[in-house]
């Protein structure tokens, strides 16, 4: 989305950025998972464990910079039984807080991924020895077998407003690190001042106030509001943002990312390798609406979706559409060991894309504008798109809308039953 045109004198002010300890995970953005170390022997600041059934094995991440910043895992992975997490959500020491967190699924090795669960900690700020605030923060955990770390992520988000040239805009905030920390700032060649490497603060805003978000700007260091160059000066907490016009131009990097292919235009054909053998060419479904799944076996939020789109097909399956999930970004290897394991669970069409691993190359990339998975392209009859979209989180209907408009009928254990006088999916 093109950022608009400023006035020379325009002067950014922001209202107060309120947490939103889900505001991320509402939004749909993207995210950057980070490693938390899994170790055999108990930390220190363990004060309270529940009863395991295996040997446990512990982790600890930072939210905020407070004296109760510091939070611990737990995973109880028996050979035989419910594999659980437990969560220190109060940063008190305390892994019995979060209750019993069973994963929704074992996995079973080489390759296989199980959870996402959701947690909100305690985000505490100030300093080591005193506290001056603390905040509901949403993070989340994915866990692939037999590694020896566990990933996470943030879900909260900063909310509230901007004024540029006398108009006010919503905006959202979201720091990458899941440290709930925003002031990170980075010198002229995108290097953090601290020293300690961080990942993009995004800043996003609803420039035509029709609830759609422009493209992340990276506030870490100079950035670029229609033809001025800014830096912000942002509280550590994100509460507050200040914006300063400057000299210095926006850290080089790699371009930002194409937009997705909008409404109406024609979708790209592309060859790839179907399962079982042969090419599959997305010209052979031309008079079928499409469902074209983006994903890959290392990617967890792709994992967590793959039960709602083979929903969609059980549930489209007699109605010319068509459902296929093309492996992007993967090898060959894991892909051929994936889909075997899941012949009873997925019954739509795979395909891998000959590019591999090699992302500008790979049909999501190069035809698609693809920057991140899953990516869900709906195709009309015609070969036109007709929605693109990005991520998925339990009870997602975005799919099903869709289709509806496309003249589908479709029910999935993803909403409630219709009633007369609203179609499911309305709001």
């Known amino acids: 989305m093109m950022l608009p045109l400023m006035s020379s004198a325009a002067e950014p002010t922001a209202s107060r950025f309120e947490l939103d300890p889900v505001g991320a995970k509402a939004a749909k953005l993207g995210y950057f998972p980070i490693s938390v170390k899994l170790l055999a022997n108990k930390p220190a600041g363990v004060k309270k464990e529940p009863r395991y059934a295996a040997t446990p094995k512990y982790g600890a991440f930072e939210v905020g ?7 611990y895992l737990a995973l109880d992975e028996p050979a035989d039984g419910t594999w659980k997490i437990y969560v220190d959500l109060k940063g008190d020491g305390d892994l019995t807080s979060s209750g019993e967190g069973a994963w ?29 605030a603390s905040l509901d923060y949403g993070v989340a955990f994915y866990r692939f077998v037999g590694r020896d770390v566990i990933f996470m992520y943030r879900e909260a988000a900063r909310s509230g407003t901007i004024t540029i040239d006398q108009k006010t805009h919503k905006a ?66 994100g509460s507050s943002i200040k914006f300063a016009k400057t000299t210095r131009k926006p850290p080089k ?3 930002p990312p194409k937009p997705l292919l909008a409404e109406g235009t024609v979708a790209p054909d592309f060859e790839a390798e179907a399962w079982g053998g042969g090419s599959l060419h997305l010209a052979d ?22 039960p709602h789109i083979e929903q969609i097909y059980q549930a489209t399956k007699q109605q010319d559409v068509a459902v296929l999930g093309v492996c992007v970004w993967d090898t060959k290897d894991a892909y051929a060991k994936w889909v075997p394991k899941k012949e009873n669970e997925y019954h ?33 009859k015609e070969g036109k798109v007709a929605a693109a979209l990005v991520g998925y989180d339990e009870g997602d209907k975005r799919i099903e809308e869709a289709l509806r408009k496309l003249g589908v009928s479709v029910q999935t254990s993803a909403e409630e039953k219709p009633s007369s006088s609203k179609p499911p999916g309305d709001k």
């Open 65 to 71: 910079n407070g004296p109760h910043g510091t939070h």
């Open 104 to 132: 929704s699924k074992k996995a079973e090795p080489p390759r296989e991924m199980y959870g996402v669960n959701s947690y909100i900690v305690r985000a505490s700020y100030g300093t080591p020895q005193k506290e001056t």
């Open 172 to 237: 959202l905030l979201a720091e990458n690190d899941a440290d709930g920390l925003f002031a990170k700032p980075v010198d002229d060649d995108g290097k953090p001042v601290s020293g300690k490497p961080s990942r993009p603060v995004w800043l996003m805003l609803d420039w035509k106030d029709d609830g759609n978000w422009s493209r992340p700007l990276d506030v870490r260091g100079p950035f670029t509001l229609g033809d001025e160059n800014y830096v912000a000066d942002l509280a550590t907490d």
């Open 253 to 255: 990097g790699p371009p």
């Open 285 to 306: 479904y031309k008079g079928k609406v499409v469902v074209l799944d983006f994903w890959s076996t290392w990617c967890g939020p792709c994992q967590k979706s793959m």
């Open 348 to 380: 739509f069409k795979f395909a891998f894309d000959p590019a591999g691993n090699t992302n500008e190359q790979s049909i999501a990339s190069a035809k698609y504008n693809v920057s991140g998975i899953p990516t869900t392209y709906i195709i009309g």
